[in-house]
């Protein structure tokens, strides 16, 4: 229900865009997001966007470099400036909330994760 794709290899300081479509039945009127997570790492926080797109929020690891927006039930991230430690499996998520929020807690719906791999 939750669908993630874009993923693939990169080189350092180059681009990718990631997308997520999401059924109407988990994602309207809920804020999504995308975390990562690096081998051996937690889940973490990358970018958050509310219901209706007005609030978005960043990790500091991504701000400037980073960009997710969304089109009712598909979200998108758009990724600059790509470093190596930006390697790692990103996860679309939905919240439960219409508002956007960094605490993973408030998402109760994710994707099966697409592979980033950015080499230096």
């Known amino acids: 229900q939750l669908q993630a794709s874009g993923g693939g290899l990169a080189q350092a300081g180059g681009s990718l865009r990631l997308s997520c479509a999401c059924s109407?039945?988990?994602?309207?009127?809920?804020?999504m997001a995308w975390f990562r997570q690096a081998p051996e790492k937690e889940r973490e926080f990358v970018a958050t966007?509310?219901?209706?797109?007005?609030m978005t929020y960043y990790a500091d690891s991504v701000k400037g470099r980073f960009s997710i927006s969304r089109d009712q039930n598909t979200v998108y991230l758009q990724m600059d400036g790509l470093k190596p430690e930006d390697t790692a499996v990103y996860y679309c998520a939905a919240s439960r909330y219409s508002q956007a929020s960094t605490d993973i807690s408030s998402y109760g719906y994710w994707g099966q994760g697409t592979l980033v791999t950015v080499s230096s």
């Open positions: 109407r039945r988990l994602c309207s009127n809920n804020a």
């Open positions: 966007v509310s219901w209706r797109g007005g």
